[in-house]
């Protein structure tokens, strides 16, 4: 039956939160070649998805992931303010610079967004938001150019924790507060070198995938895996998530390739991946991407190869792979994270510094299983807005 207990993580329970989803390189690569939505290939035993169904419930009421440093998750709770405190940040007047890995998709643009709102209601002043394009030797250049304003606080989701470290170093012992995003610069302590990290929950995020495209094959069948290949500590247990829920709670699947991609070409690189895979393992049932931008090499790969049966599943909600759920096309699921609140919960957090308060090492926001059903309702809860038209006029029944 599958479960989602590991060993070493302890349940977390808390309140439902939502984030970002799939994706589609091309719309028509999610098209099927007669126009209609993908069938699944036959009868699957109603009781085998009510199993699916539960394990997938349990993992969205709790968090699986531990922070940086092992750490263990605490709630977003922990990060809110009393008015009297958003009173005292107000008239600290504050600034603070947004140093982001890249800043090009829905992802970026939700938490940026998230920052920015809550920084002005707690009347913190954004100097500068920069975007490295996942280049480590510019983003130390920002971090530099950014120091020069002077900000309180530097809220950032390094690039590479190695090659980034001095520069965050630097900023460190300049008495900025740190607030990091996922990653976290290596040798750096929570409460000594930086406020905390927030991120999703993305072991959890594997795990809905692995269940999703699980439900999607009926628990059986041979996939392939596209990984992120760099030493980037949330795509990692993203991998560790899925491979992990697969091999333990689905025996009758297998994983029969695995490749990793390094970028900055995520979607080109994941389609030439896809391609091999696809080539060497004609007969391959499904495939799982670690975020939307490769999922939607993915999916062009699929379309090359004329595979409209091809399962895909991913995470992250982004607008193209949402629109593939809407549509009931190719993309099976993914597990989302909630990137507007967690730009909000790190602004809370770099304030509650700034007033000297007590921080947790590590807040995660839990993970959210989307599908067709539930893609518009799920992209409120991620994003905290109505689905755009693109969306909601894709959708079919």
């Known amino acids: ?21 799939a994706l589609c390189f091309v719309l028509t690569a999610c098209t099927p070649a007669d126009g209609g939505a993908s069938q699944p290939a036959g009868e699957v035993d109603e ?29 977003a709770e922990a990060a809110e303010l009393t008015d009297e405190q958003v009173e005292q940040v107000k008239a600290l007047g504050a600034s603070a610079a947004i140093v982001m890995h890249y800043a090009g998709d829905d992802w970026s643009t939700s938490q940026i967004k998230g920052l920015r709102d809550e920084f002005g209601r707690l009347g ?4 500068s938001v920069t975007d490295a394009d996942f280049d480590p030797a510019q983003q130390v250049s920002d971090i530099e150019n950014a120091l020069t304003q002077q900000p309180d606080v530097i809220v950032s989701l390094p690039t590479d924790p190695v090659a ?7 900023a460190a012992e300049a008495g900025v507060k740190l607030v990091f995003m996922d990653n976290v610069p290596d040798g750096f302590v ?14 959890g995020n594997g795990v809905i995938s692995a269940h999703l495209l699980a439900r999607a094959l009926g628990g059986e069948g041979t996939i392939g895996a596209i990984y992120h290949e760099a030493d980037f500590f949330v795509t990692q247990q993203r991998f560790d998530g899925f491979t992990q829920t697969i091999e333990e709670d689905y025996p009758d699947i297998e994983i029969v390739a695995e490749q990793g991609i390094a970028g900055p070409d995520f979607a080109g690189d994941a389609q030439t991946a896809a391609n091999a895979m696809l080539s060497q393992n004609p007969d391959l049932d499904g495939l799982w991407a670690v975020w939307d931008v490769p999922a939607e090499g993915v999916l062009a790969a699929a379309r090359s190869a004329g595979r409209t049966d091809l399962k895909v599943a991913t995470q992250d909600l982004g607008l193209n792979v949402a629109i593939g759920l809407a549509r009931d096309q190719t993309v099976v699921g993914l597990g989302a994270q909630r990137p507007y609140q967690q ?3 790190e602004a809370r957090l770099a304030a509650l510094s700034l007033l000297g308060e007590p921080t947790p090492a590590y807040v995660a926001l839990p993970s959210l299983g989307v599908t067709h059903e539930n893609v518009l309702d799920a992209w409120q809860t991620v994003y905290g807005e109505e689905p755009p038209a693109d969306l909601t006029d894709s959708y079919v029944d």
């Not at 929570?190 to 072991?203: C, I, L, M, T």
């Open 1 to 21: 039956m599958p479960g989602i207990t590991r060993s070493g993580r302890r349940d977390l329970a808390v309140r439902y939160l939502a984030l970002p989803a």
């Open 47 to 75: 009781g085998f998805l009510e199993q699916v169904d539960a394990a997938l419930a349990e993992v969205e009421a709790q968090v699986l992931s531990t922070g940086p440093n092992g750490e263990e998750p605490e709630s």
């Open 124 to 127: 913190i002043e954004v100097t």
């Open 164 to 170: 980034t470290a001095g520069a965050y170093r630097a």
């Open 190 to 203: 929570a409460g000594e070198d930086y406020v905390s990290a927030v991120s999703a929950d993305n072991f």
């Open 343 to 345: 730009g909000v919960t």
